[in-house]
């Protein structure tokens, strides 16, 4: 139990608490050597498999410029690894399911930031500052009773 101080004398005998200590990371490998990490946006769910390579990225089964035909997708998953200065050094392969295309994207993007930081612990700081290992939050609002979609209501008429 803690002790009551009856004077200020008393209470520079007391131990201030040590400032606390950053986490260490420590790597998370799986027998394969890969660094596994699940990304999620929207409705999409991304499980990204990342091992050193020549930087193919194969998302279902399929090449990513098949899967994700538009340059923007594709721009949008290459972002942390390029935030990380590691173009060409990773090979990824990843089953994405769910939601729209922009939202897969999504998902494979956080899910290979989060993968980069299992591999390489030191690349979160830079990770973390652009944004990258945040799941963004946004879903869409679920349609309540008595409106049309989730805000719109009827067609008002006073006839």
């Given amino acids: 139990m803690a002790e009551t101080v009856q004077s200020l004398e008393g209470l520079s005998s007391l131990k201030t608490a040590a400032p606390a200590e950053q986490p260490k990371y420590t790597q998370k490998l799986d027998k394969q050597g890969r660094a596994y990490a699940t990304g999620k946006r929207k409705n999409a769910v991304a499980r990204v498999w990342i091992k050193p390579g020549s930087g193919k990225i194969t998302v279902n089964t399929r090449a990513v410029e098949v899967f994700f035909a538009r340059p923007v997708l594709r721009m949008m998953i290459q972002q942390p690894i390029v935030a990380a200065n590691r173009q060409g ?13 922009s939202g897969q994207a999504g998902a494979v993007r956080h899910g290979i930031s989060k993968a980069l930081t299992y591999f390489e612990p030191d ?15 946004r879903v869409v609002e679920r349609k309540k009773y008595g409106k049309m979609k989730a805000r719109r209501s009827f067609q008002f008429s006073k006839r």
Wanted: hydrophobic fraction near 30%; charged fraction near 20%.
């Fill in 123 to 137: 690349l979160r700081p830079p990770l973390k500052k652009g944004g990258f290992l945040t799941r963004d939050p």
């Fill in 89 to 101: 050094q990773y090979d990824v392969v990843c089953t994405v399911s769910g939601g729209g295309l």
